[in-house]
């Protein structure tokens, strides 16, 4: 097992188009998380999953972004009708549990221009 | 509502000084993480704990439940620590401090 994988790695897009960021976590892992981080600033919660149930959501979640985790494995986080406040790198991180240590992915960067 | 207070929010450092980041929180937690992240970077868990003390290196990462503090100590800092330091509470999910940013010059 390599870690937590992000696909793609950069990501440029138009205004108004949407786009599709897939994590694929340690296999072991039940918990997943998706982070963003714009520059200069910290991490902000999006949301997570223990499985593949969607236990919180930050409301930094518009309704434009959607995360999925089908079976419990690897996750994607949609975005529609991007926007360039957007912008910003999403990074996915993974863990056994409540407890337990987070491994990180190396993030998805989106560019919206 | 969890909030988390770092602090120094930049520090720079002459190489080979003690470093002390100090991390507050307002809420109790099932435990604390520190991370680290190099600019460009991916960001690196370097401890996970949810009492006392731990030790890596010239890491050390110390927590006092009761009075939700946190610090996290590097001796001996050299220019290759130079980066990011993020503390993140965890309260089922992790939330992150804004991060102290550590320059450590030559």
């Known amino acids: 097992d390599t870690g937590v994988s992000q696909d793609p790695r950069h990501k440029i897009t138009k205004r108004g188009q949407n786009v599709t960021f897939r994590c694929d976590p340690i296999s072991e892992h039940n918990r997943l998380y998706w982070y963003r981080q714009t520059l200069g600033q910290g991490p902000e919660f999006l949301t997570y999953?223990?499985?593949?149930?969607?236990?919180?959501k930050s409301r930094l979640l518009s309704d434009r972004f959607s995360a999925e985790r089908p079976k419990g494995s690897f996750s994607t986080l949609e975005i529609q009708r991007t926007e360039q406040g957007d912008s910003a790198m999403y990074l996915c991180a993974s863990s056994l549990g409540q407890g337990f240590g987070y491994t990180f992915g190396s993030g998805t960067r989106l560019t919206v221009v | 509502k969890n909030e988390v207070e770092q602090s120094p929010q930049n520090l720079t450092a002459q190489e080979g000084e003690f470093i002390t980041i100090n991390c507050s929180y307002s809420v109790g937690i099932s435990a604390l993480h520190w991370l680290q992240q190099h600019p460009g970077g991916g960001i690196v868990s370097l401890f996970m704990?949810?009492?006392g003390k731990k030790k890596h290196g010239r890491l050390i990462a110390t927590i006092n439940i009761q009075e939700k503090h946190s610090s996290l100590h590097i001796t001996a800092s050299h220019p290759r620590d130079s980066a990011v330091y993020i503390c993140?509470?965890?309260?089922?999910?992790?939330?992150f401090g804004a991060g102290t940013r550590l320059t450590v010059k030559p």
């Open positions: 704990l949810s009492s």
């Open positions: 993140a509470p965890s309260w089922g999910d992790m939330r």
């Open positions: 999953f223990q499985n593949e149930a969607q236990l919180e």
